[in-house]
């Protein structure tokens, strides 16, 4: 059974940093591609990051810079370093892992910044 579990959500101030995680179970991590996607009240669910199988990144307009997803194919854990936070980044943060047949998410961690 494929399981997605995230942790590091919080409330923090803006400015301030937080890393999220997500660890992976029940598959083959490395044949993973990974991503980060959020969903605010009220709105839709967005990509915020992905990372490829081979390491390529890419990232939503708003977060980068200040943005970082990686992952460690040894301990089956993608990471989402989110610094210099701003109350619009407020959502629950989900984790997604895709292979060529289907896609797996997490339960969501939630992410309030404060002004």
């Known amino acids: 059974q494929v399981q997605l579990v995230e942790s590091g959500g919080g409330l923090v101030h803006t400015g301030e940093s937080l890393r999220l995680s997500c660890a992976a179970s029940g598959i083959i991590f490395s044949n993973l591609d990974m991503g980060w996607y959020r969903q605010a009240p009220g709105k839709q669910r967005e990509l915020v990051a992905v990372?490829?199988?081979?390491?390529?990144?890419n990232y939503a307009d708003s977060v980068k810079g200040r943005f970082t997803i990686s992952r460690d194919n040894a301990k089956n854990t993608v990471y989402l370093q989110m610094n210099s936070l701003k109350p619009e980044d407020t959502a629950v943060y989900y984790c997604?892992?895709?292979?060529?047949?289907?896609?797996?998410w997490g339960q969501g961690t939630q992410v309030t910044v404060s002004p």
């Open positions: 990372i490829s199988r081979g390491g390529d990144t």
């Open positions: 997604n892992a895709r292979n060529i047949w289907r896609q797996y």
